[in-house]
């Protein structure tokens, strides 16, 4: 069985690097902090005797030998990147359990019938650039290598210029290695399991989810003097868009529709003058395909009626989509086998964020595994998980990659 | 009279310090750029022999000695600074249609009997450093000297470092020299005069305006598994306000009610994170002080019911409040009666944006002349005011300065 005190010790360890005012952590993908994560995780790997590879996309596969190394690796794994005010588990905990799964193994001198893979996905949070997930979609061939080396961040830097500036451009094809099964384990990111009082979420599959860049482009004017009528506000449209999509969503009772919008920017902003160019960025999500499609619609005729309304030219682009995931029955099943033997209490639940499992989905054999996470917060500095938690999350995934390496 | 293509000379020269992409000028105040526009009209103005002096705030002030140099001069001048992508302008035909009524004097040898003063006041667009028109309010009293030099810019820089470090801080106390009287020429910046097929306005008086930063504190947290109902989003909250404060102006008849969002900032913004922490500015106008008293009523209502609304903390300041202001009956008559003499169509009018005439009316009696901009576009690189109108301004102006200088 695994040593919780160990993967807390761990992830105390890695909140270290690239801390936040707020008990956080900022590793934006292909920082120098985020480079620092992965040698601290390396070093570790190391002193087991773990060898790794890295793939063009800087994906990190760290292999532990089986007795039958002519067979495809069980793999699990998660992402080191965060928010640039992230907390202390997402994705962190899914590398990390991973590795005190090795560690556990290795003091008690376990092999497995075929060998195990943790598997650290880069840029993972689509936070530095845009999609999220876009690395474990490249190795899945959602996306070409070229494409997501050329991914720019806001100061205009490629995805390919980060991997090699921060050291972790590999030459692995990517594609290679092909898995057996994967499995993650994440926190929940929401209330759902905390508020039912249960300890482990059996993911089933995850929302789809849909990424756009707005630009609207009114006429910047003089505060004072323009009359309210004459004005092309582009901020008083964009205000207009983000208000009628939450409304939208908070009419749905069902609570399945989600919208976010996450960035806006004002061009040249100043206090006295109206904006005459704003950028703004929406997310919308849902666990139905058809409702996405309804809700991407609802937003375009919106978007054609604020432009109207304040005489602002629009522009939008889908820059992605994931579309609604159904994870592997047998995957599943072993999770859902380990937990039950632990005599705990889950529940089988979809996943409303997006993880590195979506893509990886498409190639292999996946599920995940939840635990709750604090108040539901995530994306927060006070994001949190408790040592129990954390542990019994680890011994699920411990149990089911055990069952399928060695079935 | 004055010569209107030497004015527009000038005004072109100087549109050429601190040049934008689609021809408007960026002289943020206290730049580099601004020190050099600056430096280009003391070059003009020692060319004609005159000598300036310079206050512990950066004004400037420019001198043509008169028959009875005992007596307070007459004053014109306006501001040199500009918006982030301001036009070629606003502020600049002030000072450069004082210097070129100098420059005709200078020609024809004319000698006034009170001396003239041109003045360049310091941070007028408020752009840079809130509030606007600071260095003519601490000319006039309103503000301290401390306070003017300790405003900070968006990266912390003070105006009073800012000073010194573009040249301009200067030794004359604050508040000298005393001015008999100050006429400001300016182009409009609304559509009126153009809409009415007017050539000036003789501007009686200025609206009053207020200006708020407000800050909307939510939780952060991720944009996928956060039930919408349970989001305290920050930026729900802030477009929301946007859009009451909008419609509320939009429905007053009588057009006399503005307001206006100019900046809004997400701290640590990402696409899939819900805004945690916005920062919003807000500038409320009104020509009539009860009335802009009650559109700050309805706007701290509005705070108050969006704040309950979305789960949303908020704190508002009032950094600025400048009331309505009326001119002096002597000045506005001295430009009526120019301008009745050139036999061109005008109106008496208010103004919708503050001028370093606000605060200089408190201590000496002012008025100011408006001419038309194309549009009534003005705090735009597309702001533009015909040759012929600036030459006609220039020429109210020097008339109206004659007058009162020889009276
Ligand atoms: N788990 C996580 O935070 N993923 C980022 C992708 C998303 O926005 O859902
Ligand atoms: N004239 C001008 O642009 N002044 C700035 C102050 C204001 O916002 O009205």
Redesign the pocket.
Known sequence: SIDGQRLWDMLMAMAEIGPTANGGSCRLALTPEDAAGRRQLLDWCEEIGCTWRLDQVGNLFIRRPGRRDDLAPVATGSHLDTQPKGGRFDGILGVLAGLEVFRALHDQDIVTERPLELVVWTNEEGSRFAPAMVASGTYAGEFSVDYTLSRRDGDGVTLGEALEACGYAGTLPVGQPRLDSFFELHIEQGPVLEDAGESIGVVTGVQGMRWFDVTFSGQSA????TPMRLRHDALAAAARLIDRLQTHALADDSGATKVTCGCLEIASAS??VIPGEVCLTVDLRHVDEAELDALEAYFGQELAAVGETFGVAITQQRIWASPVVDFAPECIAAVEQATHALGVRYRRMMSGAGHDAVYVSRVAPTAMIFIPCRDGISHNEAEYASPEHCALGAQVLCDALLARANR
Not at 222 to 225: I, L
């Open positions: 003089h505060a004072g003097p206090r006295n």
